[in-house]
């Protein structure tokens, strides 16, 4: 079923926020390489600016409701918070370690362990081709990581593992808790990191050009979030999750032109074999939902 808001310019509405939503989630490898400051640091100022941008949004969005219905966790709200800020704070130290390439490739198998996470904790059944897509995508990233074995990058490997197990837990919990905040789960994320930060690091030692990048960073989780809730109210799942896979090459494309950085063969064979794995499934998702979708029967 559609999502509200459909229609030929609701779609192309969704579609076109989806992949702005991409494009500015995939500049986080490029603002965590700039930035000099530590990962604690940077997962500090970023949870800040980015936790209080979300803040406003939700208050924006429920200026209708009562401030404790519009901010009001509960449990799960803080469970969905809590693994999103770990991840997050993975995978800010996953860029600081290793290539950009390597962690985009790696995350990009995210949908895949999230389908395993839900067949083990919750039994959701896990199709065939997503099963094959996941074993498929696992050996590109036996690839990927075998091409720094021996290397500092190694380290940053495993924390773009751990971070995506994180991801893919998040993204279960998201499914499992329905009706649980998610967006404003993802700003106290931000603001946890904040306060964690704060205690762990030196958060005001910090030069002019961090910090204004460090805000910058902040800005773009904020609006890549909005960006993609908003998109995939207007699109179907199997739309949005298409057109997220590109998230993967942006961020590669970035990492080149902006930064020079130019991985390992390994990294290019792995990437190869996951986005294949990556775009087929999504492709074959997308083609079942619109026959579905054509076959059901008009309201």
Avoid at 277 to 283: P, S
């Amino acid at each position: 079923m559609r999502q509200a808001g459909g229609g030929r310019d609701g779609q192309l509405l969704g579609a076109g926020l989806v992949l702005a939503s991409a494009l500015v989630f995939s500049l986080a490898g490029i603002l965590t390489k700039l930035i000099t400051a530590d990962a604690w640091t940077i997962a500090c100022w970023r949870g800040l600016v980015g936790g209080l941008l979300i803040t406003l949004y939700v208050a924006r969005i429920g200026r209708h409701r009562p401030p404790r219905e519009c901010f009001r966790l509960g449990w799960r709200g803080w469970l969905i918070a809590s693994v999103g800020a770990l991840a997050s704070l993975a995978f800010i130290a996953a860029f600081k370690l290793t290539y950009v390439a390597n962690v985009a490739v790696i995350y990009a198998t995210a949908p895949f362990l999230a389908a395993g996470l839900a067949w083990l904790l919750f039994r959701e059944r896990l199709q065939a081709r997503t099963a094959l897509a996941a074993v498929v995508s696992l050996c590109g990233v036996a690839v990927v990581v075998s091409g720094g074995l021996g290397s500092d990058s190694l380290a940053g490997d495993g924390f773009a593992l751990l971070m995506t197990l994180g991801c893919a837990l998040y993204m279960v919990l998201i499914r499992a808790f329905r009706d649980g905040p998610v967006v404003w789960a993802g700003g106290v994320s931000g603001l946890q990191l904040f306060v964690l930060g704060w205690f762990v690091a030196d958060p005001l030692a910090v030069s002019p050009q961090d910090a204004l990048l460090m805000a910058l960073f902040g800005a773009s989780f904020a609006v890549a979030t909005v960006l993609w809730t908003e998109g995939t109210r207007l699109i179907t799942a199997a739309e949005s999750g298409l057109i997220g896979t590109a998230e993967t090459p942006f961020a590669i494309l970035l990492a080149w032109l902006l930064l020079a950085e130019l991985p390992p063969l390994g990294s290019f064979a792995g990437g190869a074999i996951v986005l294949a794995a990556v775009f087929a499934h999504a492709a074959v998702g997308l083609r079942r939902a619109r026959r579905q979708s054509a076959a059901a029967p008009l309201a």
